[in-house]
């Protein structure tokens, strides 16, 4: 077993360009789509990291929370005003790790800055990682818990 | 835009426990397989931060390549010999900020331990976050590049 109190320093390799100056301004909770157009800048000296990139469709993307402040292992989230839910079940920004992880289409690649679609981050969001997405889990094996269930009332509401 | 050399400290939310003790006993490369089962040991004092995980099917969990060194903008990768690839389209170990990501199925939990199958991770790998698996791209809209031509091309040679 490791050492528990081992940190780990990261710094960004880039930005986020997005249209969205303010956390209001994001789509979230249920129903949210994200096709907004926004691009990702890495730093020049990075940009031989991406050779061969624009093969891929869809692209992970690992960014930082820099806007959120320490976290909360039961928040209650946009999705279910009715009932809290642990940190590791949901998307809540407010993380022990402050990482966001967020699925963008690759639209196009100008040097160092990808054209993407589906940003869900705040303009000037800093970058920690980009990896080709590879392979999808088939819908029917996927079980989508509490979030499933949040879903479903809010459809029987109307 | 922020300040690019900012750095964001991490520190691991647990460690996996995993049947893979050296890095050589990982499958990988063409056609490689993650049945394996282990666990993700979480700090005690995260545990409430699990809540209603039993829920989903499928996790995301993001970690840290603790025994990898350095980077490599351009690597070779066990999938194709025969040309370097970026190492953001490519899952290189050494990458800038050394996070790795992984989709487990979740089998079970016992407190603040998952039991999970798909570990691609060394024993003791530390963790920086876990989060739930919501939805997939649909496999005819994902093009996979430089890594279907290799599988293409290893499928001719047989």
Redesign the interface.
């Known amino acids: 077993?490791?050492d528990?109190?081992?940190?780990?320093?990261?710094?960004?390799?880039g930005?986020v360009r997005s249209p969205y100056r303010d956390k209001a301004e994001i789509p979230k909770g249920p129903g949210a789509e994200h096709r907004a157009e926004g691009a990702l800048e890495?730093?020049p000296e990075?940009e031989?990291?991406?050779?061969?990139?624009?093969?891929?469709?869809?692209l992970?993307v690992?960014w930082?929370f820099?806007r959120s402040l320490g976290y909360e292992?039961?928040p209650t989230v946009p999705l279910d005003a009715e009932a809290?839910?642990?940190?590791?079940?949901?998307?809540s920004p407010r993380?022990?790790?402050?990482?966001g992880?967020s699925?963008v289409e690759l639209l196009g690649r100008d040097g160092p800055r990808l054209l993407v679609r589906g940003v869900d981050m705040l303009d000037?969001?800093?970058i920690?990682?980009?990896?080709?997405?590879?392979?999808?889990?088939?819908?029917e094996?996927?079980?989508?818990?509490?979030?499933?269930?949040a879903e479903a009332r809010r459809k029987e509401k109307g």
């Open positions: 077993m490791g528990l109190a081992q940190a780990v320093e990261m710094r960004p390799i930005f890495l730093r990075l031989a990291g991406l050779q061969d990139i624009e093969g891929f469709s869809h992970f690992l930082v820099d292992l039961v809290p839910h642990g940190v590791f079940a949901s998307r993380r022990p790790n402050p990482i992880l699925v000037g969001t800093p920690l990682d980009i990896k080709p997405y590879l392979s999808s889990v088939p819908a094996k996927l079980r989508r818990g509490w979030v499933a269930e």
